[in-house]
């Protein structure tokens, strides 16, 4: 039963040497990573895992003589459920914001207000207000065609933007609830939800700055070209740009694709919530309200919605017939069906990766040092983040590991500290095994050395940044 340090080690080396030496395609090297990793991995660490997940007796024995094709293909659907449909509708919003001059629009409306050089701060802030409510996969969705519009009038900032945006939205994401990450961490360790969304929004500030500072400094070195991508080319990209005032749809119109699936989502946790906490039992008109927003507020059903506004506005706009707008569906989804390959590739590859038990060593290898608590935390959730590629996965697992600690009153400071600390250490490192990874790599045209020097080192240093912040308030304001 070979080590699962080693297992990591091999599906390092075939993934990155294919992506990076042989130059495979990224579908590829991933599925060859998980496929090797997978017939590697004993029967024995997969009866461990089914005991970890608390699988029933029968989903254990039909992982345990599944085929590794079959676990690959298993896992591979798993993350294609949970981003197929967003990415589907999402490169139809984007391919219409683009094609409608909407996407111009609102970058010309934003230059206005915040100027030239006020663009990255617009995506930076931008990114940080939507993370809160939102994936961050499906904010980077949602702002990717506005700095691509803008990318087109600065290109020498192209790069720039592409971070901002990346900065502003991923460390709320694992931060501040309702996103699944820190709800569950604070739950698990009692944590009161609005102290955890204070904490995380201070944290945040820090370590979104910190991203902003690595972002200037990335964008002076390495200067990342405007390149066209499945969805539209550069060329296109030009032309939109120089369309006249009048020949664009009004701002409110532009937005409301963006805006749209933001309202909805987070309206319908705020209700929720309202509801849910009520003393009283919920009245019929209020079960109502939460089981429309329930629907409504779902991501594939919002994302979906604003597809359909996009495709109008176009439709509209441009005076598109029927033909003319089923084609551009069809290019669009053709774009996003590539994307969804790739990313669901790395899910199968990550998913595969936790089959060989990485996670229990890691916990070994955690016990087996006495270090700091705090410090501790962040290295557990760090390790199992670049393992398996998940950061709502590594905040699960380190909190599991490390929730006792805040059982027994060893802290010796609030609770809250642990649960931010643990989300600060979900965002090192993002690499091929990241879903994420990969809609950052194709959605913006970078190649993938361009995107693992410019986005995962600047999101490796907001979660080390984050650890110090963290450190520093739990020392200074202890709050026992």
Known sequence: MLDPFWLLLIGIVVVLGGILLLRLQA???LILGALLVGS????????????DKKYSAKETRVLTTASVGERVGTEFGRTCAKIGVLIAMASIVGKCLLESGAAERIV????????????????????FLLGIPVFFDTVFYLMIPLGKAAGIRNRRKYGLYIMCIVAGATMTHSLVPPTPGPLFVAGELSVNLGLMILGGIVVGLFTTASGYLYALWANRRWAIPLRSTPDV?????????????????????SILPILLPVVLIAGQTVLQSMIGTGTSEPSAWQKLAVAVMKNLGD????LTISAGIALATVAVQRRFDGKRIAQLAEQALTSGGLIILITSAGGAFGGILQQTGIGER???????????????AFLVTAMVRTAQGSATVA????????????ANGQLGFHPLYLALVIGCGSKPIPWMNDSGFWVMCKMTGMTE????????????LMGVVGLFVVMALARLFPLV
Request: aromatic residues 8%.
């Open 299 to 302: 991501s594939n059903i919002a």
């Open 40 to 51: 590697l991995t004993s029967p024995t660490a997969l009866q461990k895992y089914a005991a």
């Open 233 to 253: 080319s550069a060329a296109d990209l030009e032309t939109l740009s120089k369309k006249k005032e009048k020949d664009l749809p009004p701002f409110w119109l």
């Open 362 to 376: 890691i916990q070994e290898l955690a016990a087996a040092y006495q270090i700091g608590i705090l410090p501790l």
């Open 395 to 406: 905040m699960i697992t380190s909190v599991g590991i490390l929730g006792s600690f805040a």
């Open 108 to 127: 010309r409306s934003a230059l206005k207000l915040f100027g030239q050089n006020g663009a990255p701060t617009a995506f930076l802030s931008s990114g």
């Open 27 to 29: 579908f590829l090297a």
């Open 449 to 460: 050395s361009e995107t693992l020097k410019t986005c995962s080192v600047m999101m490796t």
